[in-house]
């Protein structure tokens, strides 16, 4: 059994920081590509930050520069450290991961169940 879960959610005012975590647990031989999505009320999900196990990172125009994803493959850890944020930054925000149970598995997706940030003054 695999399991993601998210921590580090909260109220911040704007301007404000939070540092999001994402553990990765459970049967794990090796994990690809770690992802942080959000999803606001009454809006599609979206893709804010995805980070390769070699350290490769993309993330969506409206967090660049205030958005920094980074990972530790020893823990199985996912970071998303964001600064500078914004009413339109409260949302879910849901970790995502590619990865294989054991040597010869297939890579498989599997979902955390989500921390809210709320950015409000």
């Known amino acids: 059994q695999v399991q993601l879960v998210e921590s580090g959610g909260g109220l911040v005012q704007p301007g404000g920081s939070l540092r999001l975590s994402c553990a990765a647990s459970?049967?794990?031989?090796?994990?690809?590509?770690m992802r942080w999505y959000r999803q606001a009320p009454g809006k599609e999900r979206e893709l804010v930050a995805d980070?390769?196990?070699?350290?490769?990172?993309n993330y969506a125009d409206s967090v660049k520069g205030r958005f920094t994803i980074s990972r530790d493959n020893a823990k199985n850890t996912v970071y998303l450290q964001m600064y500078s944020l914004k009413p339109e930054d409260t949302a879910v925000y849901l970790c995502?991961?590619?990865?294989?149970?054991?040597?010869?598995?297939?890579?498989?997706?599997?979902w955390g169940k989500g921390t809210l940030v709320t950015v409000s003054s």
């Open positions: 980070i390769t196990d070699g350290g490769s990172t």
């Open positions: 459970g049967s794990i031989f090796s994990i690809n590509i």
């Open positions: 995502n991961a590619d990865l294989k149970r054991y040597y010869n598995d297939y890579l498989k997706n599997y």
